[in-house]
């Protein structure tokens, strides 16, 4: 089965400073899709970004952007130039590249910008 | 585009009573997904449905829960003879048929067992 760990219960940091999330999986499978969802206060699960494991190339959106190491099982979300607004509970989640759809989450970060 | 539309947003059940959670996917996504958060933690995935077809209930509990996707109308959750413990936020997702594409999420709806 697999498992997704977030070590960092939580996080705080000054607003337009640079901050990263980190997250490691474990899987016996060489093909998934990794994805970095967000959850503020108003707790509705937004998709941030997603990183395809057969794509050797870092996922990007706008400030967001991930380090996926695929050998390590590492998959960081970097958070530049934070905005009050990305203050919220960030999960990290696995999906199998087969089967049913189903993600597993990390038990995820609750990040506070400060301003 | 209506997103995923969940109903209600709050429901609070006396123990013994029985919970009706519903869900409307976004238009043209077919997979409709259930996870359950408890306080603090991430989400559980619980079962995934097709119209009229379970695919994979491996997430729920064996008594008291049941889930449905009629051909016609939303998504229901049903929790029987509620308990206490099933205090959380249940939270519905849907999908197209493109694998990996990730889910659209509803904004759950916070049971309380009172």
């Known amino acids: 089965a697999q498992t997704v760990t977030q070590s960092q219960p939580e996080m705080s940091v000054q607003e337009a400073e640079t901050v990263t999330l980190s997250c490691t999986y474990d899987?016996?499978?060489?093909?998934?899709?990794l994805f970095w969802y967000k959850q503020p206060p108003s707790r509705q699960m937004i998709l941030v970004i997603r990183?395809?494991?057969?794509?050797?190339q870092n996922a990007t959106e706008n400030r967001f952007s991930v380090n996926f190491q695929k050998a390590a099982k590492s998959f960081s979300l970097k958070i530049s130039d934070s905005q009050l607004g990305d203050t919220a509970m960030y999960f990290c989640?696995?999906?199998?590249?087969?089967?049913?759809?189903?993600?597993?989450f990390g038990q995820g970060t609750r990040l506070t910008i400060n301003p | 585009n209506a997103g995923v539309m969940q109903n209600p947003r709050h429901l609070v059940r006396r123990r013994g009573q029985e919970a009706r959670l519903r869900c409307s996917p976004m238009?043209?996504?077919?997979?409709v997904y259930w996870y359950r958060q408890l306080p603090e933690e991430g989400l559980k995935f619980m079962v995934y449905?097709?119209?009229?077809?379970?695919?994979?209930e491996s997430g729920m509990p064996k008594e008291r829960f049941s889930a449905e996707f009629p051909k016609e109308g939303p998504s229901i959750l049903r929790i029987q003879q509620v308990v206490r413990g099933d205090s959380a936020a249940y939270f519905c997702?849907?999908?197209?048929?493109?694998?990996?594409?990730?889910?659209?999420f509803g904004s759950g709806t916070r049971l309380t067992v009172v």
């Open positions: 997702a849907s999908s197209p048929e493109v694998l990996g594409y990730g889910y659209t």
């Open positions: 899987t016996s499978e060489n093909n998934y899709y």
């Open positions: 990183q395809e494991a057969y794509k050797q």
């Open positions: 989640a696995f999906m199998r590249d087969q089967g049913a759809q189903k993600l597993v």
């Open positions: 238009k043209g996504h077919s997979h």
């Open positions: 449905l097709q119209k009229e077809n379970i695919i994979d």
